[in-house]
């Protein structure tokens, strides 16, 4: 049997509790949760997220919304961003390495006019030179205590970067975040990821 390959999407909301953004999820599959295994795996998986995406078309996939575009450091050295949106935001994994090189390529991408995230921060990544040439911040409410989070929200602060609050699955979470200042926030208490595209259809 032949695996058809998917993107999911997940909704990302304001304060006021409006859709702000999507972010995109790539899938081997429609039972698939995770699909990331090593680097190489994560650039090409990326790639055929965005092959599916052009394919397809932006008002389809994200209609008047903002795309979150998960990449690591070879996909931003390739410059394949480019072919994206320019009000997409590339919201950067396993940024705890090279982070000199990274440093660098963010600033040129941010040149070009696109943004960039730090995904799943969690406390250990507080001291992290990455996140002052970062626009946004998505804080961990599963990995990461309140009281850590509370401290990352205060030391951060200062830096100007938007903080989203992601993996917010309760009220208590919610309203945690809501306190500390967060603008963004993404879960399951807000929306569960939608399959929307196969490579043979529009589901």
């Not at 397809?56 to 996909?75: A, C, D, P």
């Not at 040129?108 to 006019?113: A, H, I, P």
């Not at 799943?120 to 030179?129: C, M, S």
Request: with cysteine; glycine share 4%.
């Amino acid at each position: 049997m032949i695996e058809k390959s998917t993107i999911a999407r997940q909704g990302i909301y304001n304060i006021e509790n409006e859709l702000y953004a999507y972010e995109l999820l790539y899938r081997k599959n429609n039972k698939q949760n995770q699909c990331r295994n090593s680097e190489s795996s994560d650039y090409e998986d990326t790639l055929d997220l965005i092959h599916n995406f052009k394919q397809i078309g932006k008002l389809k996939i994200l209609q008047e919304s903002i795309g979150f575009f998960n990449v690591n450091y070879r996909f931003l050295n390739s410059k394949k961003y480019l072919e994206l949106p320019k009000n997409s935001i590339l919201e950067l994994m396993d940024f705890d390495i090279n982070e000199i090189e990274l440093r660098e390529i963010i600033e040129s991408v941010k040149k070009d006019g696109f943004r960039i995230a730090l995904d799943d921060l969690l406390y250990e990544h507080l001291n992290n030179d990455l996140i002052e040439v970062s626009d946004i911040v998505k804080i961990d409410y599963i990995d990461n205590t309140f009281s850590e989070i509370e401290e990352m929200v205060k030391k951060l602060k200062p830096t100007g970067v938007v903080f989203l609050a992601e993996k917010i699955e309760s009220l208590e979470m919610y309203n945690h975040a809501v306190e500390l200042g967060f603008e963004l926030f993404q879960g399951y208490y807000f929306s569960r990821p939608e399959i929307l595209i196969n490579q043979d259809s529009i589901i």
